[in-house]
């Protein structure tokens, strides 16, 4: 499977931004559609995910701020970022796997986007 994310970039405290991820390939191994973020000096986090279902989660550092959300036809993520925080500050990684019971290196992940909140 291959993704392409796409969104992201400079945002002031507060403001938004819109992810998107599209996958292409071997989409037949997709179910779980979400995203994680890595911080400079930190490891890589969840952030969001969502089941071909409508099932959603999310981390709680983000619940109520972001929305995820998929096309379920065009093989699209979204990642809707409200209320942004200098917090939220990393690279966003889109990942696509079969089955949420399985670490998401089981699956695919984008090439990143960066996100960077700050004033």
């Known amino acids: 499977v291959q993704l392409q994310a796409s969104g992201g970039g400079l945002v002031q405290p507060g403001g938004f931004a819109k992810l998107s991820c599209a996958a292409s390939?071997?989409?037949?191994?997709?179910?779980?559609m979400g995203w994680y973020r890595q911080a400079p000096g930190n490891q890589r986090e969840f952030v969001a995910q969502?089941?071909?279902?409508?099932?959603?989660d999310y981390a709680g550092s983000v619940k109520g701020r972001f929305t995820i959300s998929r096309d379920n036809a065009k093989n699209t993520v979204h990642l809707q970022m409200n209320s942004l925080k200098p917090e939220d500050t990393a690279v966003y990684y889109c990942?696509?796997?079969?089955?949420?019971?399985?670490?998401?290196?089981?699956?695919?992940w984008g090439q990143g986007t960066l996100v960077t909140v700050s004033s």
């Open positions: 990942n696509v796997r079969k089955y949420t019971y399985l670490p998401p290196d089981s699956g695919s």
């Open positions: 390939g071997s989409i037949n191994s997709i179910n779980v």
């Open positions: 969502i089941t071909s279902g409508g099932t959603t």
